[in-house]
């Protein structure tokens, strides 16, 4: 049971698997699929010609460094995490700062009133490059296309302040007649853990822009939220 939303779809592959471990957290060694074939709902189709990851400890038996080669992407993730803890911190983020955001203040009150005080510590660090996304956004985004080479680095640490930084440089992306060139975001995101308190930044930065037939140049948005104010 992995907890992740279920896709319905249809598919084959040729695969290979070398690991040991049983639990999702202590499983180490690497898998292998070659010419998978996947049909999703509409009969929608992905070919990805090869898929390579593995997941191995370094320098100690905390020290995680997970490696994915693929058509579509290659990512890797480094640091002092477990699969469970990387997914928790995940979620947990996402559902705190959408509280924030939608939720009344007595509903965020008694959220941090009973949350557990003693977080767990963690740290690292990620790069994404992407090969070719625009097969999956076909799928589940038709009208997006982003150029070959586009890149994401960063990092999260969680513990008594969770944060993550990321970084991105999109050469070209295009969605239903909008397109924006050589664009950077930066998004720095910081909370105490049992505190409602946040500290977020994003910014946007893209040198020529087509919104249908205007053309612009030199676009810049930055959103600030700080504690309740956005």
């Known amino acids: 049971k992995t907890g992740l939303a279920s896709i319905n779809l249809l598919g084959k592959t040729d695969f290979d698997l070398h690991f040991k471990g049983v639990d999702p957290d202590s499983i180490l060694g690497d898998l292998q699929f070659r010419n998978t074939y996947l049909v999703y709902a509409d009969n929608k189709e992905l ?17 995680r460094h997970f490696l994915l080669r693929s058509d579509l992407v290659d990512i890797t993730v480094s640091g002092d995490y477990t699969l469970r803890s990387l997914y928790a911190f995940m979620n947990e983020t996402y559902q705190e700062y959408k509280m924030g955001i939608y939720d009344d203040q007595a509903t965020v009150d008694n959220y941090y009133a009973n949350k557990k005080p003693d977080p767990v510590s963690h740290h690292a660090t990620f790069f994404c490059d992407a090969n070719d996304l625009n097969a999956i956004f076909d799928i589940f985004m038709p009208g997006l296309y982003v150029t070959k080479g586009t890149t994401a680095e960063g990092e999260f640490t969680s513990g008594y302040t969770n944060i993550i930084r990321a970084y991105s440089h999109i050469s070209e992306v295009y969605y239903k007649g909008y397109e924006f060139l050589n664009s950077d975001i930066e998004l720095d995101l910081s909370k105490i853990n049992n505190s409602s308190d946040v500290l977020a930044m994003v910014y946007l930065q893209s040198a020529t822009q087509k919104l249908n037939n205007i053309e612009t140049t030199n676009l810049k948005v930055e959103a600030l939220w700080s504690k309740d104010t956005i």
Do not use: Q, T
């Open 47 to 63: 070919y990805i010609d090869s898929l390579y990851a593995s997941v191995n400890n370094v320098g100690s038996a905390d020290e």
